[in-house]
């Protein structure tokens, strides 16, 4: 079966660590992959995108690596701040014109 | 004001009740999603649609109905609510199916 995981434990680093973030896929090939953050009580945001044929992806302390062979992205935060706690969620292109998001991970990263 | 809207924010309702959550773009993107975000399941697409009076059928669209009359509003219906629909509504929109998405701020949908 077709899945996308995200590891459901909250991940809890200290200021100024860099923060890494697991989506792992099974019996998907898509061409994209992108991460979105969501805070309590609003709708996701776009952070990234990455597409099968870029290995990493940068946007200020934030970076992104797909590996295909792995079905695997990592997202990285780096110099990490209260400010970027939240849930991140990663999101698949399937089917042409869908997203199929992961259950997203929690960060709390603590002054 | 620009960007995408949904309302209600917050809604009550009886099962068997029929209930429509609206949602509004100003950005005339062609494509409009609906979500549901519920604990362990995280967000699951119920319906799409890539154009005005164009819908299909996303992972969840059983008890579920759309319509895109216009290209900036896309409302869901629930013609006969149930509990098992209680949960977060959250609407998108983007330029194309797979690409950037732009999500409203939700609406919490509890059905007694």
């Known amino acids: 079966s077709q899945k996308i995981e995200q590891n459901s434990e909250a991940l809890n680093i200290q200021e100024g660590k860099t923060a890494t973030l697991t989506c792992n896929y099974t019996?998907?090939?898509?061409?994209?992959l992108q991460w979105y953050r969501q805070d309590p009580g609003r709708g996701p945001v776009f952070l990234l995108l990455?597409?099968?044929?870029?290995k990493e992806k940068r946007k200020e302390r934030l970076k992104v690596t797909f590996d295909t062979t792995l079905k695997q992205s990592l997202f990285h935060i780096t110099a990490s701040q209260p400010a970027d706690s939240a849930t991140y969620l990663c999101?698949?292109?399937?089917?042409?014109?869908?997203?199929?998001f992961g259950g997203g991970t929690r960060l709390m990263v603590k002054p | 004001d620009a960007g995408i809207t949904q309302s209600p924010r917050y809604k009550i309702t009886e099962t068997g009740r029929q209930v429509t959550l609206m949602c509004h773009q100003t950005?005339?993107?062609?494509?409009m999603f609906w979500y549901r975000q519920d604990l362990g399941h995280g967000l699951r697409l119920i319906y799409y649609?890539?154009?005005?009076?164009?819908?299909d059928k996303g992972e969840v669209p059983d008890g579920y109905v759309v319509s895109r009359s216009k290209t900036e509003n896309f409302p869901l219906t629930l013609e006969s609510a149930t509990r098992s629909q209680t949960s977060v509504y959250f609407c998108?929109?983007?330029?194309?199916?797979?690409?950037?998405?732009?999500f409203g701020p939700g609406t919490r949908l509890t059905v007694l």
């Open positions: 998108a929109s983007g330029l194309a199916g797979a690409d950037e998405q732009f």
């Open positions: 019996n998907y090939s898509p061409a994209y």
């Open positions: 990455i597409r099968e044929n870029e």
């Open positions: 999101a698949l292109d399937t089917a042409g014109n869908m997203l199929t």
């Open positions: 950005w005339s993107h062609s494509y």
């Open positions: 649609s890539a154009a005005a009076d164009i819908t």
